[in-house]
């Protein structure tokens, strides 16, 4: 396939692009969305990309820097979602592999390119709290996926974080224990 067959905002055939005011597919408007968002806004669009085309992260970063708001994106984020997430795609499969219903390449790819930035940052965003993570990763599915796709990202991840950060997830388990559970507050 060449470039031009799969732009990075290329949709799945009767999916909707949910654009607010930078064009990058997201839901929300222009400065409610921070650096970091933006990035792994970003990342979903390369890595769906990437997985229906192929290339390298050098190529797919090339034509996301064509897109509005590129500029305003967290770049050492994007880049370490991109580079880490097609280097380390067979990886993040395996993390992700026990939690889901269907192999991972029979999963949409919005979602798969989702649950591939969530295991990631799981497994090497440390610093971001693995709540921060789930709430971030269904937000993206909710922007760019299908009516319930943001349900299952939310239980997969949910059930990575445990075996992929056990005594974080451990001990937020342990200190909501009394509380009547939900999401917590970003």
């Known amino acids: 396939m060449t470039d031009e067959a799969a732009p990075a905002t290329a949709l799945p055939t009767g999916q909707k692009a949910k654009t607010g005011a930078s064009g990058s597919g997201a839901k929300r408007g222009g400065s409610a969305r921070n650096p970091r968002r933006r990035a792994r806004e970003f990342a979903v669009q390369g890595l769906y ?26 770049r050492a984020h994007l ?4 580079h880490g997430g097609i280097e380390q ?42 709540r921060v993570v789930i709430n ?24 990575a974080a445990a075996d992929l950060r056990p005594a974080e997830v451990a001990a937020r388990r342990a ?10 507050p970003r």
């Open 175 to 184: 200190a909501g224990a009394g509380s009547s559970g939900g999401n917590a």
């Open 49 to 74: 990309q990437w997985l229906i085309a192929g290339g390298t992260a050098e190529d797919v970063l090339a034509h996301l820097r064509d897109l509005d708001g590129f500029d305003r994106a967290d």
């Open 89 to 130: 795609a067979s990886a993040l499969d395996a993390a992700i592999a026990r939690h889901v219903d269907r192999p991972t390449k029979q999963l949409s790819p919005v979602e798969h390119a989702v649950l591939m930035i969530g295991a990631y940052e799981l497994t090497h965003c440390i610093d971001v709290p693995y």
């Open 79 to 82: 880049d370490a979602l991109m």
């Open 136 to 159: 971030e990763a269904v937000e993206l599915a909710k922007s760019f996926g299908g009516t319930d796709g943001h349900k299952y990202v939310n239980g997969v991840l949910d059930k």
